[in-house]
């Protein structure tokens, strides 16, 4: 990504932007790698997470706290970033190609590249502001989850046996997938950018993740962290809300 080059200014901007130079199949691109990607994401993130607060439950014969429960999500976000992140880091790259200069031809050849120009270490490039903004994600968006259903549970529709309707598990699964994810959205520009960072063997661009965070600061000031801020929870609303509706209704029809 090169410094001081801003080419897309609003999402209308963006969006006939790429429609115009690249069609419809613009819109599309990294969707191979997210879509490998979510698979183990999804699945790490939740089985993990049942893990760690079974984990903790049994230590306790108290009620978990709030704090217990975002320590289990976070561990199982540590563990899920830290398995899946090249996927992620393919996905940024395979999205901003074009854009900053690079050519690749599919996900292996993207890995490939990015290991022969930058290094073996370059796979795994923005870890860091990954793991600080992907973390603490995880652990709030499965504590708000749990806490928005005890909550509001009482005042939302239910079934006869008690448990939620697919509207009341999609409300609250909204509602804490933008939680969680303004609070974390800084650090989660911060990532983008250090994904990009010597895309196509270009000269890099920032020295360090401080050095990206001063440059954005510098660049743009605070508004800077947020860009994209609203198109971003357009799409992930209704991400966040299918994540834990799916997830609820298949633990109620599989019995666990």
Same mark, same amino acid.
């Given at each position: 990504m090169?410094e001081?080059?801003q080419?897309?200014?609003?999402?209308? #901007?963006?969006?006939?932007?790429?429609?115009?130079?690249?069609?419809? &199949?613009?819109?599309?691109k990294?969707? $191979?790698?997210?879509? +490998? &990607?979510v698979?183990?994401?999804?699945?790490?993130?939740?089985?993990?997470?049942?893990?760690?607060t079974? +984990?903790?439950? &049994?230590?306790?014969?108290?009620?978990?706290?709030?704090w217990?429960k975002?320590?289990?999500?976070?561990?199982?976000? @540590?563990? #899920?970033? %830290?398995?899946?992140?090249?996927?992620d880091?393919?996905?940024?790259?395979?999205?901003?190609a074009?854009?900053?200069?690079?050519?690749?031809? $599919?996900?292996?050849?993207?890995?490939?590249?990015?290991?022969?120009?930058?290094?073996?270490?370059a796979?795994?490039?923005?870890?860091?502001?990954?793991?600080?903004?992907?973390?603490?994600? @995880?652990?709030?968006?499965?504590?708000f989850?749990?806490?928005?259903?005890?909550?509001?549970g009482? !005042?939302?529709?239910?079934?006869?046996d008690?448990?939620?309707?697919?509207?009341?598990?999609?409300?609250?699964?909204?509602?804490?997938?933008?939680?969680?994810?303004?609070?974390?959205?800084?650090?989660?520009?911060?990532?983008?950018?250090m994904?990009?960072?010597?895309?196509? $063997?270009?000269? !890099?661009?920032? $020295?360090?993740?401080?050095?990206?965070? %001063?440059k954005? %600061?510098?660049?743009?000031?605070?508004?800077?962290?947020?860009?994209?801020?609203?198109?971003?929870?357009f799409?992930?609303?209704?991400?966040?809300?299918?994540?834990?509706?799916?997830?609820?209704?298949?633990?109620?029809?599989?019995?666990?």
């Open positions: 090169r001081g080059t080419r897309f200014v609003s999402p209308l #901007q963006s969006l006939k932007l790429i429609l115009r130079e690249e069609g419809v &199949r613009g819109l599309y990294g969707n $191979g790698a997210n879509c +490998l &990607r698979i183990p994401v999804y699945a790490l993130k939740f089985s993990l997470n049942d893990t760690f079974e +984990l903790a439950s &049994r230590r306790s014969s108290a009620a978990l706290t709030v217990d975002i320590a289990a999500g976070s561990a199982a976000g @540590v563990i #899920q970033i %830290a398995l899946t992140y090249p996927l880091l393919v996905r940024t790259r395979l999205q901003l074009e854009t900053a200069g690079a050519s690749y031809r $599919g996900i292996a050849h993207c890995l490939q590249d990015t290991y022969v120009r930058e290094g073996r270490s796979i795994y490039k923005g870890l860091l502001p990954s793991m600080a903004a992907g973390v603490p994600y @995880v652990g709030l968006q499965m504590t989850y749990s806490e928005l259903k005890s909550a509001l009482p !005042r939302l529709p239910a079934r006869p008690g448990s939620l309707t697919v509207l009341s598990m999609l409300a609250c699964g909204s509602l804490a997938g933008i939680s969680a994810q303004t609070l974390c959205y800084p650090l989660d520009t911060v990532r983008h950018h994904q990009a960072n010597g895309i196509g $063997g270009q000269a !890099r661009v920032y $020295g360090s993740t401080w050095d990206c965070i %001063a954005i %600061a510098a660049r743009e000031g605070a508004r800077g962290f947020f860009k994209g801020w609203g198109l971003n929870t799409r992930a609303l209704p991400g966040a809300a299918v994540q834990f509706s799916s997830y609820d209704t298949l633990k109620r029809l599989l019995g666990v």
